[in-house]
């Protein structure tokens, strides 16, 4: 999984189990992550699902987007639901 190659998978969706309850918490790991995709873009487009449905471009807009609204509200609460 794409995610969790570039080690934000537990962070973006299971922040609950490695104890992520601030959204300040989340900046340095979706820092690395987003900078892990951006770094090796060709890596992690072999993960691209055939039907579209995951893709790399996704990912990035979705953690670009995510740490933004982190950086601007570090002190919100972060829940995942499942």
């Known amino acids: 999984m794409m995610a969790d190659e570039a080690g934000i ?5 299971r922040p609950d189990e490695v104890g992520i309850t601030k959204a300040s918490q989340l900046i340095e790991p979706l820092t690395k992550g987003l900078n892990a ?3 090796n873009s ?7 699902s055939p039907n579209g449905w995951g893709t790399y471009e ?4 979705f953690v670009r987007g995510y740490l933004d ?3 601007a509200n570090p002190d919100s609460d972060v829940e995942a639901e499942r």
């Open 58 to 61: 996704g990912l990035v807009d």
């Open 9 to 13: 998978y537990e962070a973006l969706w």
């Open 42 to 48: 060709a890596r992690f487009k072999e993960y691209n």
């Open 37 to 39: 995709l951006l770094k």
């Open 69 to 71: 609204a982190c950086i």
